[in-house]
């Protein structure tokens, strides 16, 4: 009986593991595709625009050599990785990162993306899988990954590269601000080392910029005023903080602009209207910076 038992064991391990060694080489060649395109984009445009999905309503129409690569819900690790696969490229043309910069940024909703317990975290390893080395992750160990259903599903499903994005509502009520601040703020962050990863990697990008010498651009997107007095005042806090540890970094704040309904999609999202408007006052502001310093 314990024979036949081993059996069916190894019956069904030895598939599973062939399985699991397929998917992983689908993975590492996927990935040399991944560093071909990030070669690509780091050739032909000396502006990213990165970040969530605050930073997909930007438009790169309206900036010199251009690409908008920001995705939703993007934690600064993965935008960090990508950042660090764009600058494997060393004839790269990259010269100013539009980075997106706001309270939600540290919220539980993003802090969370770190634990796989999470749907955040599920959703944030298969949709960025591409993008960090599976063998040489701080992320997560490789056994952690490689034995996931996500990892599957990522290997399928591809890299989300994200990219500018339209929206077409207007006018967002104050239910829907309520909404939204419950998404990002549906618990309080007592622990401190819950914010230390999205902080340290905010601080990796800067560095990386700096060793690069790339101008690195900090964006505040507006957003609606019901929603932005709603956000507790810890929040704007850690904002200033992480804005004081980069004071060498340009900021673009545009959280106090009293932005009418009309320029937006939801509470934190620009419509087609309002990113033409502060797409246009973002690099006119970026261009007169550039002109001072020159």
């Known amino acids: 009986m314990k024979r036949f038992i081993n059996k069916i064991t190894l019956s069904i391990a030895i598939p599973v593991l062939i399985c699991h060694v397929l998917f992983v080489m689908v993975y590492l060649f996927n990935r040399k595709e991944i560093q071909r395109k990030a070669a690509a984009i780091s050739d032909n445009y000396s502006t990213v625009i990165m970040g969530d999905s605050q930073m997909q309503t930007l438009s790169p129409d309206f900036f010199s050599e251009a690409i908008n690569i920001a995705s939703p819900g993007e934690h600064y690790y993965f935008t960090y990785m990508k950042l660090k696969n764009l600058l494997l490229n060393k004839s790269h043309k990259i010269k100013q990162v539009l980075l997106g910069l706001s309270p939600h940024n540290f919220s539980p909703l993003f802090t969370d993306h770190f634990s796989l317990e999470s749907e955040e975290g599920k959703s944030s390893l298969q949709r960025h899988l591409y993008f960090f080395d599976l063998f040489d992750t701080e992320f997560m160990r490789p056994y952690q ?129 309002g990113s033409q408007i502060y797409s246009e006052k973002i690099n006119a502001a970026v261009t007169a910076h550039l002109l001072g310093k020159s």
């Open 145 to 273: 990954i490689i034995l996931r259903k996500e990892f599957f599903l990522g290997v399928i499903s591809g890299p989300e590269w994200g990219g500018y994005a339209v929206y077409d509502n207007f006018n967002p009520d104050t239910l829907s601000c309520k909404r939204k601040l419950r998404d990002f703020f549906y618990r309080r962050i007592d622990d401190q080392q819950e914010l230390i990863k999205q902080e340290y990697y905010l601080d990796q990008i800067a560095e990386l910029c700096k060793k690069e010498k790339i101008s690195l651009v900090f964006v505040s997107n507006p957003v609606h005023q019901f929603y932005k007095n709603g956000v507790d005042e810890a929040y704007y806090s850690i904002l200033t903080k992480k804005l004081q540890d980069h004071s060498d970094a340009l900021y673009l704040d545009y959280l106090n602009d009293s932005v009418p309904g009309i320029y937006l999609n939801d509470p934190i999202h620009l419509n087609t209207k």
